[in-house]
């Protein structure tokens, strides 16, 4: 009998501490990605100032950049940005500060390369559906195209894609708009 070897963890915490290397568990699998670049980040920096800006406003809840979310020993990620409320958030944190039940949004930019794309168009997307994340965002900023998930029926499902000329709006952000064509870094200029 063959047993399968499933990353914890506590396997995360023994990890060489690498700047730039990120290591996250999906249901046991290990996966290392290096850091991100210019054009990944700049859509990072786009969202994470439309979010807070609007929930400013509302006062509603918390965006962040990078949170733990450790949903069980074997699945422990890092999104690129979340949005919590602050109900949700009272109940999600655990004493090292990171979230044990899902956030109500998660966004992911895409990184080149296969892996890296199915981690999050299919890896991540079944883990957060499972876990209860109510929107799952996926940016590609080669395509310009910003994919919308919505829990429906009990799971996550593709309700849009967005494209330049598009906003990103939610109902579970009431007044939230973002233009999608500001999301990408402009051109180097010489």
């Given at each position: 009998?063959?047993?399968?070897?499933?990353?914890?963890?506590?396997?995360?915490?023994?990890?060489?501490?690498?700047?730039?290397?990120?290591?996250?568990?999906?249901?046991?699998?290990?996966?290392?990605?290096?850091?991100?670049?210019?054009?990944?980040?700049?859509?990072?920096?786009?969202?994470?100032?439309?979010?807070?800006?609007?929930?400013?406003?509302?006062?509603?809840?918390?965006?962040?950049?990078?949170?733990?979310?450790?949903?069980?020993?074997?699945?422990?990620?890092?999104?690129?940005?979340?949005?919590?409320?602050?109900?949700?958030?009272?109940?999600?944190?655990?004493?090292?500060?990171?979230?044990?039940?899902?956030?109500?949004?998660?966004?992911?930019?895409?990184?080149?390369?296969?892996v890296n794309e199915r981690r999050d168009r299919e890896l991540k997307l079944d883990l957060y559906s499972r876990q209860g994340v109510q929107e799952y965002w996926i940016a590609d900023w080669r395509?310009?195209?910003?994919?919308?998930?919505?829990?429906?029926?009990?799971?996550?499902?593709?309700?849009?894609?967005?494209?330049?000329?598009?906003?990103?709006?939610?109902?579970?952000?009431?007044?939230?708009?973002?233009?999608?064509?500001?999301?990408?870094?402009?051109?180097?200029?010489?």
């Amino acid at each position: 009998m063959t047993v399968a070897f499933r990353f914890t963890s506590a396997d995360l915490e023994r990890m060489p501490e690498i700047e730039g290397v990120r290591y996250e568990i999906i249901d046991g699998d290990l996966f290392v990605s290096r850091q991100p670049d210019e054009n990944h980040q700049y859509v990072c920096t786009v969202l994470v100032v439309a979010l807070h800006s609007w929930n400013n406003e509302t006062g509603a809840g918390l965006t962040v950049t990078s949170p733990g979310l450790v949903f069980s020993e074997d699945n422990d990620v890092i999104p690129d940005l979340t949005w919590i409320s602050h109900e949700r958030r009272a109940l999600a944190r655990d004493d090292k500060g990171h979230y044990r039940i899902a956030p109500e949004l998660v966004v992911e930019v895409l990184s080149p390369g296969t892996v890296n794309e199915r981690r999050d168009r299919e890896l991540k997307l079944d883990l957060y559906s499972r876990q209860g994340v109510q929107e799952y965002w996926i940016a590609d900023w080669r395509q310009h195209l910003v994919e919308i998930y919505r829990r429906k029926d009990g799971d996550l499902k593709l309700v849009a894609s967005l494209s330049d000329g598009s906003v990103i709006d939610s109902p579970l952000l009431p007044g939230f708009a973002c233009q999608v064509s500001s999301l990408w870094a402009p051109p180097v200029l010489n």
